[in-house]
């Protein structure tokens, strides 16, 4: 019995999903029992890499989404509408769905997965985090049995692929970023990428299945790689960091924790997306290009780290089709499906989210200062009054005739280190603060 699929959007990785399944020679059997009956796009006229029937192509995604011959359907065609509908639509007309989108799962994730657990059926989503790399299915199955302390990760391959390449050749963040577009790695409206807005969609994702509870997008504090000059990134070297994109969601202690929600859901975890600078010993600072790494540590497991390529077609499409595979393996297997305990969402409280100034951790910051005796005793000084220790204070150098501070702070809480700043932007020799980032 063949498994019908409908696809929605043959753009990247609709393209890459169809050629694995037209080409199932030396891949896993099943293969050969999954159909693509219907294709959606937006342009029929489009040259494609894949050819189908005039019968299999249109751009009524509705009739696919209701079409009672599709077990499955494929959602592709990336952003919130209309594919938000037309997976609410599939699931109530009874079909599986594995899609790409962190977008979407991200914001409705909520009512579609209400929809499909009501409906008793399946949506997956390996593609939508960390492209090819399994994570998703690890986080649900096989690292399931340990108590998640913290989820991080370079999980936006465009940007890591432009701060890789400025840091290397120092290349200018525009060309990159157009290259990054060229080579399919960039969403349709790069803002996304390079404002963090992507890695934040993944990091929700994420942190909901390894802390078991519901994230609200808006709770995630978002930074992205804009502010990050190559200045910073040079400093950064000489220090013995990289700078990189990093998402990370983390269980926070509290002095005056709230009481636990219920469902078992840790009480309060810190989340974010900021640019970072990594030592160069840790295991995220050697992530590369378009390449993306999750590093999950839990326990008893301890850490373990998921590397891969994080977007591109053929890599992105090794998940969409191994999740349609896993549905064809359970609908061969069972003849009625019901909610598997493991593949389907089983929480619907919200996890509780620690405000930033509570967060723990070391910062840099570049000052532009007058070059006057005594500058940097007075940047100690505000600090100090604040609580704040230094691991190291450097004047770099000069430029535009103004001396330039590098510090590096010890581990502080960000709501002393931001009063502290306040206090040095009203010092008389201080003319600037280019940069503030955060150190791992
Ligand atoms: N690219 C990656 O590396 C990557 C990696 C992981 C996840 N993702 C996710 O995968 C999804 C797809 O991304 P992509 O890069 O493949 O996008 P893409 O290349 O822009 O392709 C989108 C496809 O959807 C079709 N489409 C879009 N809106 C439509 C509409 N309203 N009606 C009908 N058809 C519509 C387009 O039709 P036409 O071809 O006719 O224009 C195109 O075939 C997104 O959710 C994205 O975030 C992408
Ligand atoms: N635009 C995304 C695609 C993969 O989700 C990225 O650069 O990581
Ligand atoms: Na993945």
Same mark, same amino acid.
């Given at each position: 019995?063949?498994? &019908?699929l409908?696809?929605?959007?043959?753009?990247?990785v609709?393209?890459?999903t169809?050629?694995?399944?037209?080409?199932?020679?030396?891949r896993? #059997?099943?293969?050969?029992?999954?159909?693509?009956?219907?294709v959606?796009? !937006?342009?029929l006229?489009k040259?494609?890499?894949?050819?189908?029937?005039?019968d299999?192509?249109?751009?009524?995604?509705e /009739?696919?989404?209701?079409? #009672?011959?599709?077990?499955?359907v494929?959602?592709?065609i990336?952003?919130?509408? #209309?594919?938000?509908?037309l997976?609410?639509?599939?699931?109530?007309?009874? &079909?599986?769905?594995?899609?790409a $989108?962190?977008?979407?799962?991200?914001?409705?994730?909520n009512e579609?997965?209400?929809?499909?657990n +009501?409906?008793?059926?399946?949506?997956?989503?390996?593609?939508?985090?960390g492209?090819?790399?399994?994570?998703?299915?690890?986080?649900k @199955? /096989?690292l399931?049995?340990n108590?998640?302390q913290?989820?991080?990760?370079?999980? $936006?391959?465009?940007?890591?692929?432009i701060?890789t390449?400025?840091?290397t050749?120092?290349?200018?963040?525009a060309?990159?970023?157009?290259?990054?577009?060229r080579?399919g790695?960039?969403?349709a409206?790069?803002?996304?990428?390079?404002?963090?807005?992507?890695?934040?969609d993944k990091?929700?994702?994420?942190?909901?299945?390894?802390?078991?509870?519901?994230?609200?997008?808006e709770?995630?504090?978002?930074e992205g790689? !804009?502010q990050?000059?190559?200045?910073?990134?040079?400093?950064?070297?000489k220090l013995?960091?990289?700078i990189k994109?990093?998402?990370i969601?983390?269980?926070q202690?509290?002095?005056t924790?709230?009481a636990?929600?219920p469902g078992? +859901?840790?009480?309060?975890?810190?989340?974010r997306?900021?640019?970072?600078?990594?030592? %160069?010993?840790?295991?995220?600072?050697?992530?590369?290009?378009?390449?993306?790494?999750?590093?999950?540590e839990?326990?008893?497991?301890?850490?373990?780290?998921f590397?891969?390529?994080?977007?591109?077609?053929?890599?992105t499409?090794?998940a969409v089709?191994?999740d349609i595979?896993?549905?064809a +393996?359970i609908l %061969?297997t069972e003849?009625? #499906?019901?909610?598997?305990?493991?593949? /389907?969402?089983?929480?619907?409280h919200?996890?509780?989210?620690?405000p930033?100034? @509570?967060?723990?951790?070391?910062?840099?910051?570049r000052?532009?200062? =007058?070059d006057?005796?005594?500058?940097?005793?007075?940047?100690?000084t505000?600090?100090?009054?604040?609580?704040?220790?230094? @691991?190291?204070i450097v004047?770099?150098?000069?430029?535009?005739?103004?001396?330039?501070?590098?510090v590096?702070t010890?581990?502080?809480?960000?709501g =002393?280190?931001? =009063?502290?700043?306040? @206090?040095?932007r009203q010092?008389?020799?201080?003319?600037?603060i280019?940069s503030?980032?955060?150190?791992?």
């Open positions: 019995m063949a498994y &019908k409908g696809l929605l959007g043959l753009g990247t609709g393209t890459g169809a050629q694995i399944i037209l080409d199932s020679l030396g896993h #059997p099943l293969l050969q029992e999954l159909e693509i009956h219907r959606g796009v !937006r342009n006229d040259p494609r890499q894949v050819t189908f029937s005039a299999q192509l249109t751009t009524d995604l /009739s696919i989404v209701i079409d #009672p011959d599709i077990d499955i494929v959602e592709l990336g952003g919130l509408e #209309p594919a938000r509908s997976i609410l639509t599939a699931i109530s007309h009874g &079909k599986h769905i594995v899609t $989108n962190k977008a979407v799962i991200s914001r409705y994730g579609i997965f209400d929809a499909a +009501a409906k008793g059926v399946y949506v997956m989503l390996e593609a939508a985090v492209g090819g790399i399994p994570v998703i299915q690890p986080l @199955e /096989s399931g049995v108590r998640i913290s989820v991080m990760g370079i999980i $936006n391959g465009t940007t890591n692929y701060l390449r400025m840091q050749e120092g290349a200018d963040f060309d990159v970023l157009a290259d990054a577009q080579l790695y960039a969403e409206d790069p803002t996304a990428d390079v404002d963090g807005l992507d890695a934040a990091i929700a994702i994420l942190a909901s299945l390894a802390f078991a509870g519901r994230i609200k997008l709770d995630i504090h978002c790689i !804009r990050v000059s190559a200045a910073d990134i040079a400093y950064a070297e013995g960091f990289t994109l990093l998402a969601a983390k269980r202690s509290s002095t924790p709230p636990p929600p078992g +859901a840790v009480d309060r975890l810190s989340i997306v900021h640019p970072t600078l990594v030592p %160069k010993t840790h295991p995220l600072a050697s992530i590369n290009g378009v390449y993306n790494a999750i590093l999950v839990g326990e008893p497991l301890g850490q373990v780290m590397y891969g390529p994080g977007a591109g077609s053929g890599p499409a090794s089709v191994s595979l896993t549905i +393996a %061969k003849t009625e #499906p019901i909610p598997h305990p493991l593949l /389907s969402c089983t929480h619907q919200y996890c509780a989210i620690a930033m100034e @509570e967060l723990v951790t070391r910062f840099y910051t000052f532009l200062t =007058n006057t005796p005594g500058v940097i005793g007075h940047l100690g505000s600090f100090g009054n604040h609580g704040v220790s230094l @691991e190291s004047q770099i150098g000069m430029r535009d005739n103004q001396a330039e501070i590098v590096v010890h581990d502080v809480s960000e =002393n280190f931001l =009063n502290a700043l306040a @206090e040095i010092l008389d020799a201080v003319m600037s280019p503030v980032l955060r150190v791992l």
